[in-house]
């Protein structure tokens, strides 16, 4: 009976496999490095997967997350027409941005005539109530984005505002003056195209070609909404 | 033989780590009473069956590393094989009627598509209403054609909004128990909703026909001449402009949404009631807006009041030094609201 259940058992399990024998089969282009297995549905692969990343050192995990958060900066920074983004989307480069911007666009709260509290909040819900509102719009108008898609791509999109808000920052350390402001002017408006032009590169491939207009043009007023907040800083 | 021989493969196919909790809870006392029941339960059978089906059907790859894993524990595995797969069985279940319910609640009450056929619109067609939205139309004597769409009234309200942003912040304006944003959102999105409810409100008391998606519609096109008014006469601070601006493009945009009203209404009092009320309403908000949030109403502060602060105003502002630009224009604006203060004086 003893032989009997070994060699059964034996039949019914399958001979041991190598680790990721089955990922052979997804077609992926090989010159687009991946990072993550959002598009992969089959549960035994992630379980796997997840229980390898578990055992690894903090280390690894933080360095992979940030090279994958870094590479996506770069395809803001140099916009081209490709899907990166969206493929494999991750909200920590937004998150990052987001603290950022509304960490730098905070006032000293100490005067009690210019309350410097709300500005955090402020900045925080335009931001993520404003890629919100854009997700569902473009979504209504007939676009095939996912919604976390949408949410990274105008995240990550932040990065030459923010960018920019640094500058203005610096510029601001030196004596105010008219040319000090058209100094932040120019620069507040090339990185507000900038970040129009790379969220435009990347959402417009998701909506029907003769609407594409009625999509950008949220996109235009939320970040003017920013750009607005970031020219008009003062600190006090 | 196959009996004991399924739970035994079902038992490695199935201790997959996550139960691996639950087996450290099976006393080993009561061992040899419960391979004996594995032993002989046939009714068991049924469970193994499915159970099989089922973790063959999901993991398959997996099974071969928890197989090997788990051959050291040769003894327990009867048991846990059959407490494994009853719980896991039960499980399972529960996370299928959960996740069908969960989809089921989700599909009902975020369902966007609600809304889809209002977005249903070409630029095309939002560039001629906009125009349109300026036009009044002198035939009243047939009902007017309203569309319903709500993509440009959507648009037109959050373009209000970075519009009264725009000027809160060039006015320096202080808003203590909120924020900003939160006024201003509060504002154009509270009116658009609210007036719009209302009317249509009186609409049912006037007998007009008019649905609650075409006046939305209605009053959110007729924001475009507010938007295009608050736009000019924030960034240039003439009050005299302002006031031409108010009658001029407010006017006309009042005009068209009171021609469309007119046009669906039957009877003097009726039109004359509605008609007046939305007059009233649209035009004074924009009165409101341009005085609310802007400059020159600290220079008429300083001139009648003093400190004391009126009852329209929500905070006291100071003239902001922040830009150097501002100061030049905080002077001007100074002398233009002094002639202005000495004008409604004297009215």
């Known amino acids: ?236 | 033989m196959a009996a004991t021989a399924a739970p035994a493969g079902g038992a490695q196919n199935g201790t997959g780590p996550e139960w691996g909790g639950f087996e450290e809870n099976i006393q080993s006392g009561g061992s040899a009473v419960i391979d004996m029941e594995n032993m002989d339960d046939t009714s068991g059978s049924s469970f193994e069956d499915m159970g099989e089906l089922h973790q063959r059907l999901r993991e398959e790859e997996v099974d071969a590393d928890a197989a090997a894993a788990e051959e050291e524990d040769g003894e327990f595995l009867g048991m846990k094989g059959f407490k494994g797969q009853l719980s896991r069985q039960v499980a399972d279940q529960m996370w299928q009627a959960g996740k069908r319910q969960a989809s089921r609640a989700f599909s009902l009450y975020a369902n966007i598509d609600i809304l889809r056929p209002y977005f249903d619109v070409e630029p095309a067609q939002v560039r001629s209403r906009l125009l349109e939205s300026m036009i009044p139309i002198k035939m009243v004597n047939f009902p007017q054609k309203i569309a319903g769409e709500l993509y440009g009234p959507l648009m037109l309200v959050f373009t209000l909004v970075a519009i009264l942003l725009h000027g809160m912040k060039t006015s320096d304006t202080i808003i203590r128990e909120g924020t900003l944003m939160g006024t201003a959102i509060g504002t154009c999105f509270g009116y658009w909703l609210g007036v719009s409810s209302f009317i249509y409100f009186l609409a049912y008391l006037c007998n007009a026909q008019i649905t609650m998606l075409q006046m939305l519609a209605l009053l959110g096109y007729g924001l475009f001449g507010h938007c295009i008014v608050l736009f000019i006469t924030y960034n240039i601070h003439l009050h005299a402009l302002f006031y031409l601006f108010w009658l001029l493009v407010g006017g006309l945009s009042t005009l068209r949404m009171v021609a469309v009203l007119v046009s669906r209404t039957v009877g003097p009092t009726q039109r004359l009631l509605l008609c007046g009320t939305l007059a009233a309403l649209h035009m004074l908000f924009l009165l409101y807006l341009h005085f609310a949030y802007h400059k020159v109403v600290e220079g008429i502060l300083d001139t009648l009041e003093g400190p004391n602060i009126p009852p329209m105003q929500r905070v006291p502002r100071d003239i902001p030094a922040a830009f150097p630009a501002a100061r030049l224009s905080a002077t001007m604006l100074n002398a233009t609201a002094k002639a202005g203060a000495v004008t409604l004086q004297s009215h």
């Open chain 1, 1 to 236: 009976m003893a032989e009997a259940m070994e060699s059964s058992g034996d039949g019914g399990t399958a001979a041991p496999r190598p680790l990721f024998a089955g990922l052979s089969d997804i077609s992926i282009s090989q010159d687009i490095p991946i990072e993550g297995e959002i598009t992969i549905p089959m549960r035994s692969h992630i379980r796997e997967f997840d229980s390898s990343t578990l055992n690894e050192s903090v280390q690894n995990t933080i360095m992979r997350d940030l090279k994958a958060v870094g590479k996506k900066f770069m395809h803001v920074l140099y916009p081209r027409k490709s899907n990166t983004l969206l493929r494999d989307w991750d909200l920590w480069g937004p998150l990052f941005l987001c603290v950022t911007l509304a960490l730098m666009l905070q006032r000293g709260s100490a005067d009690s005539e210019k309350d410097g509290g709300p500005q955090f909040a402020e900045v925080f819900v335009i931001v993520w109530f404003g890629a919100v509102t854009i997700t569902l719009n473009s979504k209504l108008l007939g676009g095939n984005i996912s919604f976390f898609q949408s949410l990274c791509v105008l995240g990550y999109c932040i990065l030459p505002l923010t960018v920019a808000m640094l500058i203005c920052r610096l510029v601001l350390l030196a004596e105010p003056g008219p040319v000090n402001f058209m100094v932040r002017l120019f620069v507040v408006i090339l990185m507000f195209a900038w970040s129009i032009i790379a969220s435009t590169a990347f959402l417009a491939d998701s909506q029907p070609p003769n609407r594409k207009a009625l999509a950008v043009y949220p996109v235009f007023l939320f970040y003017f909404v920013i750009s607005w907040m970031i020219l008009t800083f003062t600190p006090q």
